[in-house]
């Protein structure tokens, strides 16, 4: 999958013997440069997808991938484009900025904002993670450095979380005086509990990749690598268990899951009978159960 709404395309090949991954990146077609505004001059998210796994690169470095008004600008069109397209099966964000991952709201931008600037900014940020919360494919996040603030509520709003055990992360907002606005107070305490979600906040507590995953932050904590990416090599490897498996199943199971933990149990019942019913008339539900009678694996083509 490559292509895009607002962006331009070069043409896709194959990766260039002795380059870099960034490099040759940088020449693929699975690249979308998000449209550039009269106030930006350089594209900070890019989208590409490698062996069926799509990913949003983001990429930042002068603000370590710090979210102000065209980065998430960015993002949301990436999202917007993404969102229509059946042959995302999965959707992974990661960093090419070596060491973080997100560093948070853009402060520096912030601080000269009116307070009504303030405001929208921060509406349109809680919009973004609404929409990667929203996202209808699985996603993950591929944690190998810092995700502190809004980076942390990014990682919260996707499906799975895969952090380097040097990763830090943390709700930090309250050590700058503020507390979190885009999803960190309802999202925590639905990860880890009410207790645990406040003494992280109340604290600006910091965690490294292992503290994460013992308290479940995280799904999978990883040894760092050399290169800095033992995440991200980590939550391919997952996104690689999902992608086989019935993909119009998997999106209405995640349906199922994420409205029904809004709701008390029976009414989860009701959606989950729902989203059932939806799955029952698919091609794939069929072949899954001819696979299974004829003892060979399935092929899934998500109709």
Sequence with gaps: MCGGTSGALTGCGPLSPGSTWWEDLAHSSCLLIARHRAWNTHAHTYIHTIDRITEILMNRPHARNALGNVFVNEMLDALAQLREDQQVRVLLFRSAVKGVFCAGADLKERERMSSEEVEIFVRRLRGLMSEIAAFPAPTIAAMDGFALGGGLELALACDLRVAASSAVMGLIETTRGLLPGAGGTQRLPRC????????????????????????????HAVAQNEEGDAAYHRARALA??????????VRLGKV????????DIASGMAIEHMCYAQNIPTQDRLEGMAAFREKRPPKFVGK
């Design 192 to 219: 880890l509990g009410v207790a645990r979600a406040k003494e992280l906040i109340f604290t600006g507590r910091r965690l490294d990749g292992v503290q994460a995953h013992e308290l479940g932050l995280v799904n």
């Design 240 to 249: 690689q268990e999902i992608l086989p498996q019935a993909p119009i199943a």
């Design 256 to 263: 199922a899951i994420d409205r029904g933990m809004e709701v």
